[in-house]
């Protein structure tokens, strides 16, 4: 096999690799962003009942803040359970993990594939360069 085969073999493996790692990346930040938008925007729960975000509630009274469950009552707090969206985060950690290091493996093999390519460049490019 000669070299130029095994380089374009290399960093066809390499671009699939990236596109891998940059897929699973979106996946968990498509996540993620779900997750956010559960926790922060506002929503109708059940019979068109009015809800408020789970981070953003009224509390009450400073000195004996009430829970979401009593601020917004029981029927919101099982519209949007924090179990569901605690486990759907922590899944898709490993996923963000695993399209972390495809990314930046490739790209780190894509550019040192082509700097170690750099010396095997005829000079003649080097010598037609305008001066300035």
């Known amino acids: 096999m000669s070299a130029l085969v095994y380089e374009r073999d ?4 390499a671009a ?5 790692g ?5 996946a968990a930040s498509g996540v993620w962003l779900w997750v956010a938008a559960q926790l922060l925007l506002p929503f109708a ?7 408020e975000s789970r981070v953003f509630y ?3 009274d400073a000195r004996e803040p ?3 469950a009593e601020a917004e009552g029981g029927s919101c707090e099982a519209e949007r ?11 898709s950690l490993p996923v963000a993990v695993v399209g972390t290091v495809l990314y930046t ?3 780190t093999a894509t550019r040192l594939s082509a700097h170690a390519a750099e010396p095997a460049r005829p000079e003649d490019s080097s010598r037609n360069r305008p001066r300035p």
């Open 16 to 20: 699939r690799r990236l596109a891998w």
């Open 81 to 91: 359970d924090l179990a569901g969206l605690l486990a759907l985060t922590l899944l």
């Open 10 to 13: 290399f960093r066809e493996q």
């Open 66 to 68: 009430e829970t979401y």
């Open 22 to 26: 940059f897929g699973l990346l979106a």
């Open 45 to 51: 729960g059940p019979s068109d009942q009015d809800c």
């Open 58 to 60: 009224d509390a009450g």
């Open 105 to 107: 493996s490739s790209s």
